[in-house]
């Protein structure tokens, strides 16, 4: 596995650091939390950060999962978002916050923005560990970010290609002949 990584873009001690950051930035946001905090997350690409984000938010809340289709298999273009397993969460009244893998052309979280708008919580927040800002668009703003990145397709720390290499604790780009 590890002789397909081309190039290590963020390494384990970089993620933790950060990790640990914007867990305090999200925390110091919400100021006083009275127990009506949702974390919303998009599956699959976000379960290694979210299991390290919140373990690092010592306030009550309440975890969602909802899952969006853009990347099928080996495809490392985005071909639209459409969501595969629906927002059954009641979010009425709540404190949303979405955590996602990374923020590319912005289809997956616009498509979950306007759903959960729907559904009338109290506010909706958005972190994300990556995001690509030379393709991110202008209306999908984050409230957190990780890190900003060129436009070239990583994989790593819950991040795949064809649904290999999440296990990886760096994020990191593939060779050519892995791809
Ligand atoms: P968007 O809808 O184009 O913003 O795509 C977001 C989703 O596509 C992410 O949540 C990832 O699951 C996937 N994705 C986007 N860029 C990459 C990448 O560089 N590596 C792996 N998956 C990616
Ligand atoms: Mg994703």
Partial sequence: MQ?????????????????????????TSYGTIDGHLTILTILNGSIIFLADLIRRMPVM??????TVSSYPGRATESVGARLTRE????????DVLVVDDILDTGKTLRLVRQELLQRGP????????????????????VDFVG?????????????????????????????????
């Avoid at 002789?3 to 925390?27: D, F, H, K």
């Avoid at 927002?87 to 709540?94: E, F, K, L, P, T």
């Avoid at 070239?152 to 593939?174: K, M, S, T």
């Fill in 87 to 94: 927002v059954s969460a009641d979010v009425r009244g709540q």
């Fill in 122 to 141: 109290r506010s909706l927040k958005i972190a994300t560990l990556l995001r690509k800002p030379s393709k991110a668009p202008p209306d999908v703003a």
């Fill in 147 to 179: 890190f900003d990145i060129e436009d070239e397709f990583v994989v790593g720390y819950g991040l795949d290609y064809d649904n290999h290499y999440r296990n990886l604790p760096y994020i990191a780009v593939l060779s050519k002949e892995a791809m």
């Fill in 61 to 66: 809340m309440r975890l969602e999962l909802v």
């Fill in 3 to 27: 002789s397909n990584v081309a190039r290590i873009l963020i390494t384990e001690e970089q993620l933790q650091l950060r990790v640990g950051e914007l867990a305090r930035e999200i925390v």
